[in-house]
C-alpha cells in the first residue's frame, strides 16, 4: 500500500469567505463589492472597510491583472508542498484594483517580469475547493 | 498639554538586562524571562518591590510571570508575540509613567523559539494564501525585495553588506549566537529559503529574554547609571493590506517617512545627528526600506548607500552594532533597544561608536516606530 500523499493546507471557508470559493469553483474569480459604496476588497470582509456596510456581495471579475512581485519556496512549511519545491508564488494586482496571492503556473522563473500581464486560471483541488491561479497573459 | 513631543525627555531607561542567547531547552520563558528581570534589576540597582508596572511581550502569562517575580503592579499590559511590539511597547510604558499610572516600569521579553522548534510559517500561523503555499514573514521580505531589486535596480551583493556589517559587529559581542566572519561571497553562495532570499537574508532563531526598566528623568537620577533619555518617537501603522502579513507593497516608505518627521521634530534631531542607528533586521531587506523610509538616502538607493561598509563600526552609519536579528540574537527588537542604551552609555567595549549621544531604534513593519535615544 502506498502512503498516503501529505495534504497540502485546505482554505478556511466561512460566511464571509464562502461567496469566493463557490464562484471559484464554478471557475469565476470574484472580489467582495460594497453593495452600498461600491467599494472592491479582497480578501472578504464582514464590513466595507470604507463605509462599514454590512451588504457585500462577491461579484465576478475580468480574472486579467498585473503580477505585482514573485518568489520561488525553496523550503517546504507544509509536508504537502515538498513534492511541489521549488515552486513559485505571485502577486497580482487585479484590473479592477485588490491585491491577491496565488501561484504562477505555465511559466518558468526566467519568464516572469514584474509589471507583466497575467490571467487567471482555475485548478481544482478537489470537488469542494478549486484555487484560482494565473498564467502569463496570451 | 496633550501634544505627544510634551514626552521629550521626561522618561528615561535606567535598567537593562539580557540572557545568554541560544538553545535553553532546560530553561522556560518564565526561567529566562525572570533572570533577565534580574539583570535588569541588578543594573539600575533599584529595589525591585518598587517596580510597580508590568509589561510582558512572548511570556506566556503576566500574572504567572507577576507571581514569580513576587510583583502585584498597579500597571500591567501583555503584548502579542510579535516583533513589532518592542518599540510600541517602550512608547505605551514611557506614556504610562509620564501619566502616573505607575513609578518604575519592568518591560519582559521571553523567547524560546529555537529550542521549541518554531518555524514562524506553516501551521504556526494560518492565513488566507495557505492553499497556495505562501506563508512566512521571510516570503513576504523576498516578495517585497524582488520588487525593489526590478524598480530600482538593488542587486543581492548589495543585499549581502547588511548581513556582512552585521556579523562583523556579532563577531566583537561576547553575548552574539553567530560570530564566524562572512562574506558578500559566502552571502550569495548560501542556500535559497524563499527565492530571492537566502540563508544569510534570514534572522536567527534562539532562546533568550531582554527586561527593559524605564521610570520618569527626575526618579531616574537616583539610581545607579546615567539616565538614557526618550528624546524622540514616531509612529504609524499599515493595516489596509495586513491580510498579506509583514508586507507593504511600497516598503512602509510612507509611514516611515511619517516616523522619522515625528521621531526627528520632537527628538530636534537629524539623520545627520543620529550616530549609530539600532534597525529592525528580520530580514536584511528591512534594513534597506528603513533606511530609505527614514530619510538616511532617497528611495531606491539603498543599495548604493550601504556599499561598502557604510553600517560597519567606523563607516558613516554604524547600525545594528550588537549584531542584530541576524547575527546576535533574534530578541525581536528588544536587544536592539538594549544595544541602544548601551551604546549611549559608552559600556559596548570593543564594538562602542565614540562619543554615541543620538542613538536612534527603528522597525519597518506594519506596526513601525522609532525611537530616539540620548544621555541624560
Known amino acids: 500500500m502506498q502512503p498516503a500523499t501529505p495534504a497540502k493546507p485546505r482554505p478556511r471557508i466561512d460566511t464571509v469567505s464562502r461567496g469566493f470559493w463557490d464562484n471559484a469553483r464554478a471557475q469565476r474569480l470574484s472580489v467582495q463589492r460594497c453593495d452600498d459604496c461600491g467599494h472592491l476588497h479582497f480578501p472578504g470582509s464582514p464590513v466595507c472597510p470604507k463605509c462599514l456596510s454590512e451588504s457585500q456581495s462577491w461579484v465576478p471579475v475580468s480574472g486579467r491583472g498585473t503580477l505585482l512581485s514573485w518568489v520561488r519556496f525553496h523550503r517546504a512549511y507544509w509536508d504537502g508542498f515538498r513534492a511541489d519545491l521549488p515552486y513559485l508564488v505571485c502577486l497580482v494586482g487585479l484590473e479592477e484594483g485588490p491585491m491577491l496571492v496565488s501561484n504562477i503556473v505555465d511559466a518558468a522563473p526566467e519568464d516572469l517580469r514584474i509589471g507583466m500581464g497575467v490571467e487567471v486560471v482555475f485548478e481544482a483541488m478537489d470537488d469542494e475547493v478549486t484555487l484560482p491561479k494565473f498564467r502569463p497573459s496570451s | ?376
Request: with cysteine; glycine share 10%; proline share 4%.
Open chain 2, 1 to 376: 498639554m496633550t501634544d505627544y513631543r510634551h514626552l521629550k525627555d521626561r522618561i528615561a531607561i535606567v535598567g537593562v538586562g539580557n540572557t545568554a542567547y541560544g538553545n535553553f531547552p532546560d530553561i522556560d520563558d518564565f526561567g529566562l524571562g525572570a533572570r533577565a528581570f534580574r539583570y535588569a534589576v541588578e543594573d539600575c540597582g533599584l529595589d525591585k518591590n518598587r517596580i510597580d508596572g508590568l509589561l510582558t511581550c512572548r511570556v506566556p502569562h503576566y500574572a504567572r510571570m507577576g507571581e514569580i517575580l513576587g510583583l502585584n503592579p498597579r500597571w500591567t499590559i501583555q503584548l502579542p508575540p510579535h516583533g513589532r511590539m518592542s518599540g510600541m511597547a517602550i512608547v505605551e510604558a514611557a506614556a504610562a509613567l509620564e501619566a502616573g499610572l505607575c513609578d518604575y516600569a519592568a518591560l519582559i521579553y521571553a523567547n524560546i523559539g529555537r529550542s521549541r522548534r518554531v518555524n514562524y510559517g506553516g501551521d504556526e500561523s494560518p492565513g488566507v494564501w495557505d492553499p497556495w503555499g505562501f506563508t512566512s514573514p521571510g516570503a513576504a521580505h523576498a516578495m517585497m525585495f524582488q520588487r525593489h531589486r526590478t524598480l530600482y535596480g538593488t542587486t543581492t551583493r548589495q543585499l549581502a553588506e547588511v548581513s556582512v556589517a552585521f556579523r562583523y559587529h556579532a563577531g566583537l559581542n561576547p553575548n552574539a549566537v553567530m560570530k564566524q566572519p562572512i562574506t558578500i561571497d559566502d552571502h550569495e553562495s548560501a542556500r535559497f529559503i524563499t527565492e530571492p532570499l537566502r540563508l544569510l537574508d534570514y534572522c536567527l532563531i534562539n532562546d533568550g529574554a531582554v527586561c527593559i526598566i524605564m521610570t520618569t528623568t527626575e526618579r531616574a537620577r537616583d539610581l545607579r547609571k546615567q539616565p538614557v533619555l526618550i528624546s524622540g518617537i514616531g509612529a504609524r501603522e499599515a493595516f489596509t493590506t495586513a491580510s498579506i502579513s509583514n508586507f507593504d507593497i511600497n516598503f512602509w516608505y510612507d509611514e516611515m517617512q511619517d516616523v522619522a518627521a515625528q521621531a526627528y521634530g520632537m527628538a530636534g534631531v537629524g539623520t545627520a545627528d543620529v550616530d549609530a542607528l539600532m534597525c529592525y533586521d528580520n530580514f536584511s531587506p528591512t534594513v534597506l526600506f528603513s533606511l530609505e523610509g527614514l530619510g538616511f538616502c532617497k528611495q531606491g538607493e539603498a543599495g548604493s548607500f550601504v556599499e561598502g561598509g557604510t553600517l560597519k563600526l567606523g563607516g558613516k552609519l554604524p547600525t545594528n552594532t550588537d549584531g542584530g536579528h541576524l547575527s546576535n540574537s533574534y530578541m525581536q527588537g528588544w536587544a536592539l533597544n538594549v544595544e541602544a542604551v548601551r551604546q549611549v552609555r559608552g559600556e559596548c567595549g570593543e564594538r562602542q561608536v565614540k562619543d554615541a549621544e543620538v542613538v536612534q531604534y527603528c522597525g519597518a513593519t506594519p506596526c513601525s516606530r522609532s525611537i530616539i535615544y540620548t544621555p541624560g
